[in-house]
């Protein structure tokens, strides 16, 4: 009986950090990074978000101070960025399910 206990005793930490790693793996998981790549159709600098059309669909991206702004390599501001520009998206979804921005990208357009 006693190593039955003894057994048990010894296999509980192991079955709660397996738990543990399962739960920081699936928070990791819903923390992924989301791209979305498109043209800004509307922007509105008192709430802080642009409206980013890919195809038919729509998604707006709301950003804060902590948000990079780049042309490539090159770090720009916020206001060179316009409606109808090309912009590559790079953030995570917040509890509100929400796009959140960390980096928008301006890209150059391309020329025919």
Not at 18 to 35: G, L, M, P, Y
């Amino acid at each position: 009986m006693a190593v039955l206990v003894l057994g048990v005793a010894a296999i509980a930490p192991a079955a709660q950090t397996a738990t543990a790693q399962v739960a920081t793996a699936k928070k990791a998981a819903s923390a992924k990074e989301f791209r979305w790549h498109g043209r800004i159709v509307r922007s509105n600098k008192d709430m802080s978000t642009l409206d980013v059309r890919k195809g038919h669909i729509e998604r707006v991206v709301h950003y804060d101070t902590s948000t990079k702004w780049t042309k490539g390599a090159e770090a720009i501001q916020p206001s060179d960025v316009k409606d109808g520009d090309d912009v590559i998206v790079l953030g995570y979804f917040n509890e509100k399910k929400e796009l959140v921005a960390t980096r928008i990208d301006l890209r150059t357009p391309k020329l025919l």
